[in-house]
């Protein structure tokens, strides 16, 4: 009987013993699942909601949530569709009704234009006109409307061929562009004093002027001129030349690309050009 009751004290025992180990480890491997797998959890659980309410015109919450992205998971791997989709949100927000921190609402008084507006907000009509959801230029005193209050800027950066469109000091959209062959496009701190709708263009050493429809008209469908004379950012008839270092000295952009950046950026907006 002793004996029999030996090995049963042995064998529950075993059993405890086989049951901590098997508690322990399986404490381990949910540590271990935590550590591992929650952080992407968590990711792939930010990622959709985010998605959700850029999908449903939450666009706010949506910007919220991907720069949350941005910050909390710098090292996922959706890293680069996240910057995307801010990007594309930022111009969403931007072309829309909805009251951001850096726009206001305005009541149009009786002597009022878009261009006036746009004066008086260092802005341009065009971007009110967007903005606003507007079919036409025609206003009516007492109407309220989006004005965007913030100061952008640019900066384009010569080594990668992109430009960043800035407000204040948030990077608002990343653009592909060309610069100069031979490192031609000048370095330093520009200011846009001309713009331009379907500029004509002069080919070097001729008179005659390239209408805006010829094919061999490089300017593209814009023209925004810096300070220094003969510089700026244009369109193309070349799209497959963007990112490259191909022009003559100035900032090329696909057609939609300078066509979207044209109607916000105002007349005296400063373009930094670095190496």
């Not at 949100?89 to 305005?106: E, G, H, Q, R, T």
């Not at 700026?232 to 979207?260: L, Y």
């Given at each position: 009987?002793?004996?029999?009751?030996?090995?049963?004290?042995?064998?529950?025992?075993?059993?405890?013993?086989?049951?901590?180990?098997?508690?322990?480890?399986?404490?381990?491997?949910?540590?271990y699942t935590r550590k591992t797998e929650g952080p992407k959890l968590q990711a792939s659980a930010l990622f959709e909601l985010a998605r959700k309410d850029d999908e449903t015109g939450e666009?706010?919450?949506?910007?919220?949530?991907?720069?949350?992205?941005?910050?909390?998971?710098?090292?996922?791997?959706?890293?680069?569709?996240?910057?995307?989709?801010?990007?594309?949100?930022?111009?969403?927000?931007?072309?829309?009704?909805?009251?951001?921190?850096?726009?206001?609402?305005?009541?149009?008084?009786?002597?009022?234009?878009?261009?006036?507006?746009?004066?008086?907000?260092?802005?341009?009509?065009?971007?009110?006109?967007?903005?606003?959801?507007?079919?036409?230029?025609?206003?009516?005193?007492?109407?309220?409307?989006?004005?965007?209050?913030?100061?952008?800027?640019?900066?384009?950066?010569?080594?990668?061929?992109?430009?960043?469109?800035?407000?204040?000091?948030?990077?608002?959209?990343?653009?592909?562009?060309?610069?100069?062959?031979?490192?031609?496009?000048?370095?330093?701190?520009?200011?846009?004093?001309?713009?331009?709708?379907?500029?004509?263009?002069?080919?070097?050493?001729?008179?005659?002027?390239?209408?805006?429809?010829?094919?061999?008209?490089?300017?593209?469908?814009?023209?925004?001129?810096?300070?220094?004379?003969?510089?700026?950012?244009?369109?193309?008839?070349?799209?497959?030349?963007?990112?490259?270092?191909?022009?003559?000295?100035?900032?090329?952009?696909?057609?939609?690309?300078?066509?979207?950046?044209?109607?916000?950026?105002?007349?005296?907006?400063?373009v930094t050009i670095i190496d």
């Amino acid at each position: 009987m002793q004996k029999k009751n030996f090995i049963l004290a042995i064998s529950v025992i075993g059993i405890l013993l086989l049951g901590l180990v098997l508690f322990v480890n399986s404490k381990r491997r949910l540590e271990y699942t935590r550590k591992t797998e929650g952080p992407k959890l968590q990711a792939s659980a930010l990622f959709e909601l985010a998605r959700k309410d850029d999908e449903t015109g939450e666009l706010l919450k949506a910007k919220s949530a991907f720069m949350s992205f941005l910050n909390n998971f710098p090292n996922d791997s959706r890293l680069a569709e996240v910057g995307k989709r801010l990007s594309d949100l930022n111009i969403k927000i931007l072309f829309s009704p909805i009251i951001s921190a850096d726009s206001k609402l305005y009541e149009v008084e009786p002597k009022d234009s878009l261009i006036s507006i746009a004066k008086k907000f260092n802005t341009t009509p065009e971007l009110l006109k967007k903005s606003n959801n507007l079919a036409s230029e025609r206003i009516k005193p007492g109407m309220k409307l989006k004005v965007y209050t913030g100061e952008f800027s640019c900066v384009v950066d010569k080594s990668q061929n992109i430009l960043m469109l800035k407000s204040n000091e948030e990077v608002l959209k990343t653009y592909t562009v060309s610069t100069g062959k031979n490192n031609s496009t000048p370095t330093g701190t520009f200011k846009i004093v001309s713009k331009l709708t379907n500029p004509v263009w002069y080919k070097e050493g001729s008179a005659v002027p390239v209408p805006p429809e010829s094919p061999e008209n490089i300017l593209g469908s814009r023209w925004m001129g810096f300070t220094l004379a003969g510089y700026g950012i244009h369109g193309t008839t070349d799209p497959a030349s963007i990112g490259q270092h191909v022009t003559q000295g100035c900032v090329r952009m696909t057609n939609q690309d300078v066509e979207e950046l044209y109607d916000i950026l105002p007349l005296g907006t400063e373009v930094t050009i670095i190496d």
